[in-house]
Nanobody, 124 residues
Framework: QVQLVESGGGLVQAGDSLRLSCAAS????????MGWFRQAPGKEREFVAT????????SYADSVKGRFTISRDNAKNTAYLQMNSLKPEDTAVYYC?????????????????WGQGTQVTVSS
C-alpha cells in the first residue's frame, strides 16, 4: 500500500505563492502517476494537475494554467505543486493522489491512493 501526506498549505493574500508537498511512503513512488485535486466547501472535487511517472509530461486544469506548476522528485518520493499568483477562488482543500494505471488522469476515479488534504485559503 501507498500512503501520501500533503503539507505546505496556509492562509495567504491574493497574489501570493505557496508550494505544496506530497510525501509518499513505500518503495514504488516512481511507478505512480501523480495528481493534485482540490475541493471547496459544498463543491465537487476537481482536477488541478497531473504528472507522468518520470515527470516528463504534465497537464493542468484551465483555471490554473500559467500559475501552477506540478513537479516530482522520485529520489525523494515527493510530488509538489507550486502555486503562484493565487486568487481567492483557489481556496480549497488540496489533495495529492497516485495511481499505477495509465490513460485518462484528469478524473478522481482514476486514482487509487489519496492524502489527507491540506487547506489553502486565499484572502482578497
Amino acid at each position: 500500500q501507498v500512503q501520501l501526506v500533503e503539507s505546505g498549505g496556509g492562509l495567504v493574500q491574493a497574489g501570493d505563492s505557496l508550494r505544496l508537498s506530497c510525501a509518499a511512503s513505500g518503495r514504488t513512488f516512481s511507478s505512480h502517476i501523480m495528481g493534485w485535486f482540490r475541493q471547496a466547501p459544498g463543491k465537487e472535487r476537481e482536477f488541478v494537475a497531473t504528472i507522468s511517472r518520470g515527470g516528463g509530461t504534465t497537464s493542468y486544469a484551465d483555471s490554473v494554467k500559467g500559475r501552477f506548476t506540478i513537479s516530482r522528485d522520485n529520489a525523494k518520493n515527493t510530488a509538489y505543486l507550486q502555486m503562484n499568483s493565487l486568487k481567492p477562488e483557489d481556496t480549497a482543500v488540496y489533495y495529492c493522489a497516485g495511481t499505477l494505471r495509465g490513460g485518462e488522469r484528469s478524473s478522481s476515479e482514476a486514482y487509487d491512493y489519496w492524502g489527507q488534504g491540506t487547506q489553502v485559503t486565499v484572502s482578497s
